[in-house]
């Protein structure tokens, strides 16, 4: 079997990978397993010293890496090389500041001497998806690198050439053997793998369904699970708000990545006050929208990954414009090769309609009119995912009171929603659990131990 990349702007055929045997599999456990008897016990300073070499290689290669991403997933240039320029940040980061993250904690007891240190589980299995290949790989493999574990990562199979790509930069930084590698594997053959008594922990990124999947196996082995899943972002723009800044960083969120984000806005909701005229700005913004060829400088979307999301996003639309909706821009297929769906801006559009229940996860707006602050929160939170949302308003105080009621994981004020190796990122609700990033993040993979001593 092969795992194949195709890609998406005209369907041809990139990429073959040969499928992981099950003895191939095997062996990697196994070297996993070697691997951390004695990458545990090496410095921080040393482990720091191989991931920082990781960022290097990461930056000297940016333009073969990005071509990567835009090869198998349709991912802009422009974007692909801020991806791995990210990425690079990202292995920096906890290079850094691992060290100091986790450092024992001294607690008062009745010992002489109790505190809490911080040690690492074992190898942890990184399951991710196809939208940010290396993004997604550095969040679960920096922090759990340097906390001592080692890392399986099995990405999904129609992106082979990124998930070996990394494993080569990995190679290339000197890490032992074992330390990191990829699984390359259909999606129904991971399912043993998290069983393996050796996989101590797990980390997913994808489908709230694949999640509640992962969720459900790991539970049944006893093993901790971190759940990044699916969002549907509340973008609140109140009626005194800088509506230009909003509107810029609206678009930008939505459309970002062919709209291919967790933690896009995509539900805008807006004061009635306002309504007409921030739609008629929306309405300027995407109109102005290049899509087109990934390769090109001046492309801002290009296609989406697979066709079955394609057409998945294209029904989603229909039937919203059918249940009422105003199709402002876009929201037609293309009549051409590829996975094509161009910007499209919803506006009307109401909670019972299917782009406001369901996630859209592609370059879709649905615009909603709320009558006040109130109504705004209330629509923001009628949702079953909780992953982050944002608001805009030039009144601080009032932001932050809205912003603390959202029900989600993060929210940004007066700016754009988005992930940073210095802070957690997360979702409550059917989004998910645990956190990545910051030194949140960090501690996910350890073991919390407690120590006690009197002599």
Known sequence: KMLRATNPKDDTVVREVPVDAAAVVEAKLSKAMTAYQSWRKLSYSDRATLLRKVAALMREDSDNLGKLLTDEMGKPVREAKGEVAKCAGCYEYYADNAEKFLAPQSLESDAERSWVQYSPLGPILGILPWNAPFWLFARVAAPALMAGNVVLIKHDPNVPGCATGMAEVFHKAGFPEGVLQVLLLETPAVEPVIRDRRVRAVSFTGSTRGGAAVASI??????????????????????????????????????????????????????????????????????????????????????????????????????????????????????????????????????????????????????????????????????????????????????????????????????????????????????????????????????????????
């Open 218 to 455: 790991a539970a049944s082995e006893i093993k901790p699970a971190v759940l990044e899943l699916g969002g549907s972002d509340p973008c609140i723009v109140c009626a005194d708000a800088d509506l230009d800044r909003a509107a810029d960083t609206a678009v930008l969120s939505r459309f970002i990545n062919a709209g291919q984000s967790c933690i896009a806005a995509k539900r805008i909701l807006v004061e009635e006050s306002i309504y007409d005229d921030f739609v008629q700005r929306l309405k300027t913004r995407v109109e102005a929208l290049k899509m087109g060829d990934p390769v090109l400088e001046t492309t801002d979307c290009g296609p989406m990954a697979r066709h079955d999301l394609r057409d998945q996003l294209a029904a989603q639309v229909a039937a919203t414009i059918k249940e009422g909706a105003k199709c402002l821009v876009g929201g037609a297929v293309p009549e051409q090769k590829g996975c094509w769906y161009p910007p499209t801006l919803l506006i009307d559009v109401t909670p019972a309609m299917t782009a406001f229940r369901e996630e859209t996860f592609g370059p879709v707006m649905a615009v909603v009119k709320v009558k006040d602050t109130e109504q705004a929160v209330e629509l923001g939170n009628d949702t079953e995912y909780g992953l982050a949302g944002s608001v805009w308003s030039s009144d601080i105080t009032k932001a932050e009171a809205i912003a603390e009621r959202l029900e989600c994981g993060q929210v940004a004020i007066n700016g754009i929603v988005k992930t940073d190796p210095r802070l957690p990122s997360g979702g409550i609700k059917r989004s998910g659990y645990g956190r990545e990033l910051g030194p949140q993040g960090l501690l996910e993979f350890v073991n919390t131990k407690q120590m006690w001593v009197k002599r």
